[in-house]
């Protein structure tokens, strides 16, 4: 159905996004977010200060709807008329490789850390700690299902 066999009564109760589905199919062109809200607009005879306050929730609507999708040059259109790039592989020796060079870039990005920990050969600073844990008493499961 055609956006001009759409009543007026029938536009206002349908959603932005609805409504917003309809024009970049029957116009078959990508939109600015305005441009497109401005259609919109237009079609519900809404004035420009509700404009300005229903873009946000238009934004948010077009944004998580999966209809549609934003591209490259900030303009919107729908999802159905753009394929994914697809990247096939003849064997999966090439595709091992590919891999392969990915995870040698990233290790060549990352910076060696940095040691924390200092070997020192004073072993006169732990002893102290050692005096701590001799009261210390392992009892095992047996023994504290008998207590």
Not at 7 to 33: F, G, H, P, R, V
Request: a negative charge.
């Amino acid at each position: 159905m055609k956006l001009k066999d759409y009543t007026q009564e029938e536009l206002e109760s349908m959603n932005y996004d609805d409504i917003a589905y309809l024009i970049l199919t029957e116009e078959k062109t990508q939109l600015k977010l305005k441009d497109l809200f401005q259609k919109i607009c237009d079609l519900l005879n809404m004035d420009k200060n509700s404009m300005e306050n229903e873009i946000t929730n238009f934004f948010e609507l077009i944004s998580t709807d999966k209809r549609f999708i934003m591209l490259d040059n900030g303009l919107w259109d729908l999802k159905e008329k753009h394929n994914p790039k697809m990247v096939l592989v003849d064997d999966e020796e090439e595709l091992d490789s590919e891999l392969e060079e990915e995870n040698l870039e990233v290790k060549e990005q990352e910076e060696p850390e940095e040691e924390i920990f200092y070997d020192d050969d004073d072993d006169d600073d732990n002893d102290d700690d050692d005096d701590d844990l001799k009261d210390l008493v392992v009892v095992d499961e047996e023994q504290t299902n008998s207590l």
